[in-house]
């Protein structure tokens, strides 16, 4: 699965290509930018025919404007369903959004918005699609001065999801080792005992910004003995930190799933070890592909409803209900990509 915590670094993330260069025009002047609205197309003769979304206040994109350039930098939330309290967070650090993307039209409005349209893919085998914004001027982004290392002191002193766990809570968020001592801790107070396995026995790779087809992966998964887990540095270190579903968590537990417990994918959702992106395996029949696909990211602390509630998944993947283990011949000791 696919990240760390310094004190959020916030940097620009500018586009460099050509094209766009000479599209901006210079005296678009500098300046900070935030979204109005936006739609999207998968054509863009079509583009003008759809109508405009108006941004909802509640989350909102930012955008940096640099001698012609425009930099996405990212969102500021005064809601989320993965944390109490607001926060800004840079989407694209360490990466450049417009590496994919390309802007194919600016112009200034009478207004004194921008409008600018981008061509784009998510994947490198799809189709372009297209999606146009109109931003105006900012003065400044809400609640940027809460830092990961701000909400993490304030998560701890209110005690608020994961950190009301007492294994949980205790984690230092930004040391893998931690997790996994916490992870034997987890499966411990859940019957499993994985004493035998200690700190030297976990080998870990940090991958570079430029590995961005995974989250995370796992390997030596049928290495009763050893454990290996491949990690996306930038990811790694600056996602922001959330109290109903750390990201961190999430992603460790679904590797160490691989790694210690040696489970594959489901394609059925709910579980820490849902996984339709990677050879997912039907358990009993082909309608568990059907049903609404909740993967780890998306399983909430304390969740009212069952199917999205993180612990309920937990402890079904240490009772081992509804899991696959890996056949441990030859050809399944390859990574497991997140």
């Known amino acids: 699965m696919k990240k760390s915590v310094l004190a959020v670094l916030f940097t620009l993330i500018l586009c460099s290509c050509s094209k766009t260069k000479k599209i901006i025009p210079k005296e678009a002047g500098n300046g900070l930018f935030h979204r109005v609205k936006a739609k999207h197309n998968s054509s863009i003769d079509s583009l003008d025919q759809v109508p405009y979304v108006i941004n909802d206040p509640l989350s909102t994109s930012y955008y940096q404007l640099i001698d012609s350039l425009i930099g996405y930098w990212g969102v500021s939330r005064k809601v989320s369903p993965l944390n109490s309290l607001p926060y800004f967070e ?49 003065d400044s982004i809400p609640f940027k001065s809460n830092t990961n290392e701000i909400l993490l002191s304030k998560y701890r002193k209110l005690k608020s999801g994961i950190f009301s766990d007492s294994i949980y ?43 961005r087809e995974l989250m995370g992966y ?33 992603l ?63 402890k079904v993947m240490f009772d081992g209900y509804f899991q696959i283990q890996y056949f441990c011949g030859s050809l399944e000791q390859d990574a497991i990509l997140d």
């Open 218 to 250: 796992a390997f030596k998964s049928c290495d009763p003995n050893k454990l290996g887990i491949g990690l996306r540095r930038t990811d790694w270190n600056q996602k922001i930190i959330s109290d109903f579903n750390e990201f961190r968590i999430s």
């Open 169 to 211: 809570g205790a984690i230092d968020l930004f040391d893998p080792y931690s997790h996994l001592e916490a992870f034997k801790k987890d499966a411990a107070r859940h019957g499993v005992d994985l004493s035998h396995i200690t700190r030297s026995d976990m080998e870990l790779i940090w991958e570079p910004d430029s590995c």
């Open 252 to 314: 460790m537990w679904h590797e160490f799933g691989h790694a210690v417990l040696g489970f594959r994918h489901l394609c059925q959702g709910g579980h820490i070890m849902s996984g339709r992106h990677q050879n997912p395996k039907v358990v009993e029949n082909l309608s568990e592909c059907e049903g609404e696909y909740i993967s780890t990211y998306d399983l909430v602390f304390d969740h009212k409803d069952p199917h999205k509630n993180f612990q309920r998944a937990v």
């Open 90 to 138: 840079e989407l694209d650090l360490g990466s450049n959004y417009y590496e994919s993307r390309e802007v194919v039209s600016f112009k200034e409005l009478d207004s004194g918005q921008i409008e600018f349209t981008i061509r784009f893919k998510e994947t490198e085998n799809e189709d372009n699609r297209y999606s146009r914004f109109i931003v105006a001027r900012a």
